[in-house]
């Protein structure tokens, strides 16, 4: 794990990692989705130096329990996740334009 990271941060990790494993993710989506977590609750405490506006405003992944987690309905992508997408492809005009705008531009819609 980062050097940068607390021991309780660290056992943050193993124990998201092992419950993970325990619901029937791979060993690599396990350490995956325990990286991510322990690295948002980080940046939203302010302990990292860049962190995405993503990370900081958007709910923490402990009271979001899984509500966005791969559903490409209403509770899908937040706007911002859809935006760095859009930015990433080049899509024209996406400062513009709203969450569907950026859902239908992608193709998720």
């Not at 056992?11 to 993970?20: L, N, P, Q």
């Not at 989705?33 to 322990?38: F, K, Y």
């Not at 690295?39 to 302990?47: E, L, M, P, T, V």
């Not at 990370?55 to 859809?82: A, F």
Request: charged letters at 40%.
């Amino acid at each position: 794990m980062p050097k940068e990271w607390t021991a309780e941060e660290e056992r943050e990790y193993e124990h998201i990692k092992d419950s993970a494993e325990q619901r029937g993710e791979s060993a690599e989506r396990a350490k995956e989705i325990g990286a991510r977590t322990v690295n948002k609750n980080r940046a939203q405490q302010g302990k990292t130096k860049t962190a995405g506006r993503s990370s900081v405003r958007d709910m923490s992944p402990q009271q979001r329990g899984g509500k966005r987690s791969g559903k490409r309905g209403p509770k899908g992508l937040t706007r911002d996740q859809l935006y760095n997408e859009a930015k990433q492809r080049n899509i024209k005009g996406r400062s513009s334009m709203t969450k569907d705008q950026l859902a239908r531009a992608l193709g998720r819609k």
